[in-house]
């Protein structure tokens, strides 16, 4: 094997790199769920939704790479919204790294578990 065949071996295995966080998130917990990483609740900067987590979902070759959540509260620049209240969001998993950009996502927390 080449050094370019081994280089983009390494890249395609590190695009679905997981590095799972103690966040134990299960089926559901209700959870927030930021838009960016900013965690204001309130003012301009406040993005995000909450919900029920429903399950988990693949992305590509990412197993459980995705939250499918059912949005029951939906903040956006500060302001209480409805676009995606009733509708199921699916934000990338805590601990994953979201290539080509490299960025390490951990946006998603858990505000009650199931009892």
């Not at 280089?7 to 559901?28: A, E, T």
């Not at 209480?80 to 927390?109: K, L, W």
Request: aromatic share 8%; glycine share 12%; proline share 3%.
């Amino acid at each position: 094997m080449s050094g370019c065949e081994y280089s983009k071996r390494v890249i395609n295995m590190l695009k679905g790199l997981m590095i799972m966080g103690n966040d134990n998130i299960g089926i559901g917990d209700r959870v927030r769920a930021y838009d960016y990483d900013c965690r204001d609740l309130e003012g301009p900067d406040a993005c995000f939704t909450e919900g029920i987590v429903l399950g988990f979902e693949n992305e590509g070759d990412i197993e459980n790479g995705r939250y499918v959540i059912m949005a029951d509260r939906d903040v956006w620049a500060g302001k209480e919204m409805d676009v995606r209240v009733g509708t199921r969001i699916y934000p990338p998993a805590n601990g994953r790294v979201i290539t080509p950009a490299n960025i390490y996502v951990n946006r998603v927390e858990v505000l009650q578990k199931k009892t």
